[in-house]
């Protein structure tokens, strides 16, 4: 692909953005609507307990707090993320021409992640969830990811992400058992989201032509390491002890789970797909996607 290929393309994902874009900000996002107290904080299918026999032990008022708590998991992970990607991109392209069309899209994904936390920030407070403290292997990464790591596994890591919470949220914003807010901040995600994934695809395309292949197999497994991280971070032992539900029991409940082990595979399809298209799962890698359930 030449130079001036690419440009069409970040000029037509700006195209995008300018048609596409909603302002998060506005308190109607966050109203609730009659029944909501009844309702998830996701679809209950991606608990990673559903269905197991502490699942079926609870009462629904139960469950439906567990969904809640398990929600604001998923979408804290989803702020580190947009937070983490925005200072790892913002380094690289801070000396970059601004005038560039995919610096200047750039500029645009950081306008488009800052909304999204505090959105994802606002839609918890609204189903009166609240954010747990994260493992202390996700902060050493972060600090990693944010210093150390370099373009195609900046956006490989980002792409997995976007491309997990994707087919989740695609669940969450039709599901009539989920709280209007997180629908509508699904929605809202989803829409958003899906030029920051033609972006992704892109950059790392681009990066990866004349790559050495020690560099590749490098980027490979870092990837799959990030990715790795970041699947284990959805389930936080204090969201469950916060509970009153007991870790050990919570941990062998979902271990033996294939029904949460299939959701993260489905999760995980797209990118894994898209990752075995342009040569990026080695033997290393597909043991680490195993490990994760995302394979
Ligand atoms: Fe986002
Ligand atoms: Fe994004």
């Known amino acids: 692909m030449t130079a001036s290929e690419s440009d069409a393309i970040f000029e037509t994902l700006l195209e995008s953005a300018k048609r596409l874009s909603f302002d998060s900000r506005s308190p109607?996002?966050?109203q609730s609507e009659p029944g909501d107290d009844e309702r998830?904080?996701?679809?209950?299918q991606w608990s990673p307990l559903y269905g197991t026999p502490l699942w079926e032990s609870m009462s629904e008022s139960e469950r439906i707090r567990l969904t809640r708590s398990e929600v604001a998991q998923f979408l804290g992970v989803g702020i580190w993320l947009e937070v983490g990607l925005q200072v790892a991109l913002l380094r690289a392209g801070h000396s970059a021409n601004p005038a560039r069309s995919d610096i200047k899209f750039l500029f645009n994904e950081c306008a488009d992640e800052n909304l999204h936390s505090l959105m994802f920030a606002n839609a918890i407070d609204s189903i009166g969830s609240k954010f747990y403290p994260r493992d202390r292997m996700l902060d050493f990464?972060?600090?990693v990811f944010r210093h150390v790591?370099?373009?195609e596994v900046a956006y490989g890591i980002v792409l997995a992400g976007e491309e997990i919470f994707d087919v989740m949220q695609r669940d969450w914003m039709t599901s009539d058992d989920v709280a209007a807010p997180i629908r509508r901040a699904a929605y809202i995600h989803v829409v958003e989201e899906s030029r920051h994934m033609a972006y992704a695809r892109r950059k790392i395309r681009d990066r990866l032509t004349g790559l050495s292949r020690f560099r590749r197999s490098a980027s490979t497994l870092i990837i799959a390491l990030g990715t790795h991280l970041i699947a284990r971070s959805l389930i936080n032992r204090r969201v469950y002890e916060d509970l009153g539900l007991d870790w050990e029991a919570v941990k062998s409940n979902?271990?033996?789970?294939?029904?949460?082990?299939?959701?993260?595979?489905?999760?995980a399809e797209p990118f894994i797909e898209f990752l075995s298209k342009e040569g990026l799962?080695?033997?290393g890698a597909r043991w680490i996607y195993r490990k994760s359930n995302l394979l």
């Open 141 to 143: 990464f972060g600090w």
């Open 254 to 267: 979902i271990d033996g789970n294939e029904h949460h082990r299939m959701m993260f595979r489905k999760a």
């Open 28 to 30: 109607l996002v966050y």
């Open 149 to 151: 790591i370099w373009d």
């Open 281 to 283: 799962l080695n033997f």
């Open 40 to 44: 998830h904080g996701m679809t209950p």
